[in-house]
């Protein structure tokens, strides 16, 4: 059973427009989540993450947003970079021992 | 370097063989981590040492799987039997805490490809 979803497999956007990537999860008790960036033949890096006492984490021009009642955080990238496209995975935990990830979501920025 | 490094990054066995698949964590990282990713999935968890103990192995698919880090660095995932389902990328990620202290640090994976 999958809990975390990302219900888009790919996402274009036009280079300097904002990206937006959506997650949606079941769990109710997950309590903090992470993105990660994957290039191809290589591991998925750490981009940002927040806890659930947060419903918004930003950092340069990565933003995550939080709707706890919603189950469903998103990940706003701007503006877009060619270089920003990757896949990108969102992961949640609650005891931090399990990492539960999405099927991931392909960002193409066209320059 | 200074990243998790996992060896060998390709792997190709024949159905039935034995397969182990080693992982060197960031220097100091107590806490490290393996994951499965087959083809259009997100990496799944399989096992989270934490020191040379595994603190949680739930995710190991069936007693064809095991690992071991005996001095709480190098891991070795062990797999016996392997059967075609089994073809996959197999990540290790470590962390300096585990738990809820942060991200995990993944290495490039190893790609096994059962015959």
């Known amino acids: 059973d999958q809990q975390v979803k990302q219900n888009s497999p790919s996402l274009s956007v036009q280079e300097g427009r904002i990206s937006i990537l959506n997650c949606d999860y079941t769990?109710?008790?997950?309590?903090?989540f992470l993105w990660y960036k994957k290039y191809p033949a290589e591991g998925p890096t750490f981009l940002i993450s927040i806890s659930s006492i947060k419903d918004k984490n930003e950092d340069g021009r990565f933003t995550v947003f939080l709707n706890k009642s919603a189950k469903h955080l998103s990940l706003h990238i701007v503006p877009s970079q060619p270089g920003d496209s990757a896949v990108y995975f969102c992961a949640a935990s609650n005891t931090g021992n399990q990492f539960y990830f999405g099927t991931g979501t392909s960002l193409t920025v066209i320059p | 370097g200074a990243g998790v490094s996992q060896t060998p990054s390709n792997k190709v066995t024949e159905k039935g063989k034995y397969v182990e698949l080693r992982c060197d964590p960031i220097?100091?990282?107590?806490?490290l981590y393996w994951y499965r990713q087959s083809l259009g999935q997100g990496p799944e968890f399989l096992i989270y040492f934490q020191g040379t103990g595994a603190a949680d192995d739930s995710g190991l698919p069936n007693d064809r799987f095991f690992a071991v880090r005996p001095e709480g660095s190098v891991s070795t995932l062990k797999i016996q039997r392997t059967e075609r389902g089994d073809s996959a990328v197999y990540l290790c990620?470590?962390?300096?805490?585990?738990?809820?202290?942060?991200?995990?640090?993944f290495g490039e994976g190893s790609r096994l490809t059962v015959l």
């Open positions: 220097s100091g990282h107590t806490a």
């Open positions: 769990n109710s008790m997950f309590d903090y």
């Open positions: 990620a470590s962390s300096p805490f585990g738990g809820r202290a942060g991200e995990l640090f």
